[in-house]
């Protein structure tokens, strides 16, 4: 087995244990923490399949894309966070909109 | 290829917003409207000047900063992202007008209405949409593709929970993370396609794909993750609550525009990229669950008590046509363009109509304070105009001629029988019979039934262009059925159908 294909094994189970984790969680919390490590997982895949021969420098684009990637988990996990936030801390009543 | 000055104006329907989005929030209050409606007409403009320039030179290509494709961002539009450009332009005009009446009401606001800044929360978040969705439509590659999606969901997330309701939150929290999961799929898929093929680029990953159980994958993990994200029955769950929960305008928005978003991606993937050996198995499945959707969401509309959650059924229904395309368009075939083209056409009428009904059902409810369906009648003698537009988008939805949705079924129909898909053409009919049996219960409501002014109940009085704004959308998918022929043959140029580009003389 070659670190590439070990390191895309870890990301298809992360991925797999993450989509499985957000059907089957009940709690919210656990499943925003679910999709987190999908991500990461998928992120973990892009970058193993960078270096596609071992003695070949690994190709930059697919690290470029993962930062991106994390950017926009990072944004989305704080919008997550804050409606959880909202549901949890302030559970008055209000009018139906 | 050289960039020529011209090419620019493919970035402009996404930047005028986008720049327009940024000012809006940090100036705020007032500012936010003003900039709001003032950016309308330019993002109309040039819209108009990329289907122009499409009709006249054909497919345009644009690399920002001068950077190839490999490593820089290209722009790509050909008849397909003009007719989305075009209909997100439509609908997103009309909208912004309508929600300058719907926001301004909010200062004064009583009776669970939006509270006292929603309008400068509005205009922001639905600036980022539209620029996420002129972005989505005119992305060349498949990595720039899942940026703007995240970009719409993350603007359409902030605007479901403008009410700030615990149903909005909730519902949008579920929404969020059904489109996380979308998203996340289908960015597997991207990564798989470029650890073999080393490249993003739609064009040449047409070309150089092969069939290899990568692709394969790739294939099964983006048609899931982009299903998730245009609801397709059975995963449909998150859009009823949330569709019915935000504000009016937004509720138009998302159903009219941004599942189309999602539906786009697959539509290119699937004609553009991927083989057709390699798709022609897995044609059955989404045309099944597309069938399934139509039956499924026009019951579930036949039954809701709420105006809202009715159109929000609709729509599930409304999607399921959409899907049919993958069962009926093949690849090659003349009925192939037919179906591809009438499924897109009936795209943007659904659009045109659900996007009024959702404003119209949004007036209802900031007059009346309520959208049940049995409480209709004594609303309905109070807007006219309203209840017109319901009329007239109605017959846009049912699909009675001369409608574009008509014209799109019709075709359908035609393809699927010559195919021989008896299955998918009775669904086909039955949907639109379905269709019409929910909106006559709302149509019924209205018209037929005496209505009882309840002189106990306050109304609150609705500035006029919130009424013309709707009625002005629900025409429009009235006329569009006129329109189908030149639309059909933009939607020719640049299609997978169409012979290969030949650069040709503007006449």
């Known amino acids: 087995m070659t670190p590439t294909l070990n390191y895309a094994l870890t990301g298809v189970v992360l991925f797999s244990v993450g989509l499985s984790g957000l059907f089957f969680c009940a709690h919210l919390l656990r499943k925003i923490l679910s999709v987190n490590m999908a991500g990461s997982g998928v992120f973990l895949v892009f970058v193993a399949l960078a270096r596609r021969q071992p003695d070949v420098p690994p190709d930059p684009v697919p690290q470029a894309l993962v930062l991106t990637g994390i950017v926009v988990a990072v944004s989305a996990t704080a919008v997550a966070l804050a409606l959880f936030r909202r549901l949890t801390h302030e559970p008055a009543e209000e009018p139906h909109g | 290829m050289p960039v020529t000055h011209a090419d620019a104006c493919l970035v402009w329907p996404i930047v005028a917003p986008l720049a327009t989005a940024l000012a809006a929030f940090v100036l705020g209050g007032r500012w936010s409207t003003r900039l709001g409606v003032a950016v309308v007409p330019i ?180 048609m899931v993750g982009l299903m998730l994200k245009t609801a397709l029955f059975p995963l449909h769950f998150w859009l009823p609550p949330a569709h019915g ?164 079924k019709w075709t359908l129909l035609r393809v699927a029988l010559g195919g021989g898909h008896i299955g998918l053409a009775v669904v086909i009919v039955l949907g639109g019979l379905l269709a019409a049996a929910y909106l006559f219960r709302v149509l019924a409501a209205a018209f037929t039934q005496p209505g009882v002014v309840d002189t106990n109940v306050s109304y609150r009085k609705v500035p006029r262009w919130m009424e013309y704004s709707t009625l002005g959308l629900a025409l429009v998918s009235l006329l569009l059925g006129l329109a189908s022929y030149p639309v059909i043959e933009l939607l020719r140029i640049g299609s997978p159908w169409s012979p290969p580009i030949v650069q040709e003389a503007a006449p």
């Open chain 2, 245 to 408: 929960s935000a504000p009016a305008p937004v509720s138009a928005l998302l159903s009219g525009l941004v599942v189309k978003g999602s539906f786009y991606i697959l539509l290119r993937l699937w004609f553009d990229v991927f083989p057709q050996e390699f798709t022609r198995p897995l044609t059955l499945l989404p045309a099944v669950l597309g069938a399934a959707a139509i039956l499924w969401g026009s019951m579930q509309a036949l039954v809701a008590d709420r105006l809202k959650m009715l159109v929000a059924y609709s729509t599930v229904a409304q999607l399921g046509y959409l899907f049919l395309v993958f069962g009926l368009a093949r690849p090659g075939s003349d009925t192939g363009f037919a179906a591809w083209s009438a499924v897109v056409l009936f795209a943007l009428s659904h659009a045109c109509a659900k996007g009024a009904l959702f404003l119209a059902a949004g007036t209802i409810l900031h007059v009346a304070g309520h959208d049940r369906i049995r409480d209709l009648p004594a609303v309905s003698r109070r807007l006219p105009t309203t209840f017109f537009a319901i009329g007239v988008a109605s017959v846009g939805l049912m699909g009675l001629p001369p409608t574009a949705a008509f014209v799109a």
């Open chain 2, 43 to 222: 993002v109309v403009a040039a819209t108009a000047v990329v289907t122009w320039r499409v009709w006249h030179h054909g497919p345009q290509t644009y690399s920002l900063g001068n950077w190839p494709a490999p490593l820089g961002i290209e722009l790509h539009a050909d008849g397909l992202s003009c007719a989305m450009l075009l209909m997100s332009a439509c609908i997103g005009a009309v909208v912004s007008v309508y929600s300058v009446g719907y926001f301004e009401g909010s200062t004064t606001a009583s009776r669970g209405q939006p509270q006292k800044d929603t309008g400068a929360q509005f205009w922001p978040l639905w600036l980022m949409l539209w620029s996420a969705l002129h972005a989505l439509f005119l992305s060349a590659d498949i990595f720039n593709l899942y940026v703007t999606l995240e970009l719409l969901t993350l603007a359409a997330i902030g605007l479901v929970v403008l009410t700030g309701t615990r149903a909005a939150v909730e519902a949008a929290l579920r929404y969020l993370l059904a489109a996380l999961a979308g998203s996340l799929l289908y960015l597997a898929g991207v990564a798989l396609m470029y650890g073999a093929h080393g490249t993003l680029d739609i064009a040449s990953l047409g070309r150089s794909v092969t069939a290899d159980a990568s692709l394969q994958a790739a294939l099964l993990l983006m």
